[in-house]
């Protein structure tokens, strides 16, 4: 059976309860319409919802910098817990360091390259990601630890923005091209498996709607208000 005729989406829940399933046990998500996504698109749609995450953390670094006290620190656990989960513990681990890695490294060439930086890399994040959820586990950042918070998020931020540029214009284009065709619909198949086997459901769905409901929390849910001004 191929990818297109398998992959079955399913629509999350509106707001922060459907989001959550990613985190809390039992929840679970509603079986919706039929979609046709490759592996790779897939990949890549999971890096859109890591990108988002990278806005937030860029976003109220300028908060923590001027009134710390004001930040919703518990909206900003929430977003490096998605993180983790999502990004670290299932789109790293499970498909990137298990599948994808090993059979660019087997294939050489430029990409191969990249591995070893792309592993060093998973690995600072997730230290990081640990730094955040230490300084606002208990629910508000202290002033102390404003500054090295706010420091940690942009570092974050600029490593992850180029890590996904990376991986999305060159390793999985190279490990796209190093599989027959046969393989690559096989893989798209075994990494939906895996998927709903980690979140119970379709975890994109999820993720997507956890991030949307995290940015309207902290008031950054207006794409709008990132629209560059106009140069004179």
Same mark, same amino acid.
């Given at each position: 059976?191929?990818?297109?005729?398998?992959?079955?989406?399913?629509?999350?829940? $509106?707001?922060?309860?459907?989001?959550?399933?990613?985190? +809390?046990?039992?929840?679970?998500?509603?079986?919706?319409?039929?979609?046709?996504?490759?592996?790779?698109? /897939?990949?890549?749609?999971?890096?859109?919802?890591?990108?988002?995450?990278?806005?937030?953390?860029?976003?109220?670094?300028?908060?923590?910098?001027?009134?710390?006290?004001?930040?919703?620190?518990?909206?900003?656990?929430?977003?490096?817990?998605?993180?983790?989960?999502?990004?670290?513990?299932?789109?790293?681990?499970?498909?990137?360091?298990?599948?994808?890695?090993?059979?660019?490294?087997?294939?050489?060439?430029?990409?191969?390259?990249?591995?070893?930086?792309?592993?060093?890399?998973?690995?600072?994040?997730?230290?990081?990601?640990?730094?955040?959820?230490?300084?606002?586990?208990?629910?508000? $950042?202290?002033?102390?630890?404003?500054?090295?918070?706010?420091?940690?998020?942009?570092?974050?931020?600029?490593?992850?923005?180029?890590?996904?540029?990376?991986?999305?214009?060159?390793?999985?284009?190279?490990?796209?091209?190093?599989?027959?065709?046969?393989?690559?619909?096989?893989?798209?198949?075994?990494?939906?498996?895996?998927?709903?086997?980690?979140?119970?459901? /379709?975890?994109?769905?999820?993720?997507?709607?956890?991030?949307?409901?995290?940015?309207?929390?902290?008031?950054?849910?207006? +794409?709008?208000?990132?629209?560059?001004?106009?140069?004179?």
């Amino acid at each position: 059976m191929t990818t297109a005729s398998r992959r079955t989406a399913l629509s999350a829940a $509106v707001g922060l309860a459907a989001g959550a399933a990613l985190l +809390l046990p039992g929840a679970c998500a509603k079986a919706g319409a039929s979609e046709d996504v490759s592996a790779t698109e /897939d990949l890549m749609r999971e890096h859109g919802v890591l990108r988002r995450l990278l806005v937030v953390y860029r976003s109220v670094v300028p908060l923590l910098r001027s009134a710390p006290d004001k930040l919703d620190a518990a909206a900003l656990t929430e977003a490096a817990r998605l993180f983790q989960t999502f990004g670290e513990d299932y789109h790293e681990k499970k498909l990137e360091e298990r599948h994808i890695f090993p059979q660019v490294h087997k294939a050489g060439g430029e990409a191969a390259g990249l591995v070893p930086i792309l592993l060093q890399q998973h690995d600072r994040g997730r230290r990081i990601t640990g730094f955040i959820l230490a300084k606002c586990g208990a629910g508000k $950042v202290l002033t102390g630890d404003a500054e090295p918070l706010a420091r940690a998020l942009e570092s974050f931020a600029t490593m992850y923005e180029a890590h996904t540029a990376f991986e999305d214009t060159v390793v999985f284009q190279a490990w796209r091209k190093s599989l027959s065709a046969k393989a690559l619909d096989e893989m798209g198949d075994q990494f939906e498996d895996i998927e709903k086997a980690t979140f119970h459901g /379709d975890g994109f769905d999820m993720a997507v709607a956890h991030v949307s409901a995290i940015e309207q929390r902290l008031g950054l849910h207006d +794409l709008a208000r990132l629209t560059a001004p106009i140069v004179a």
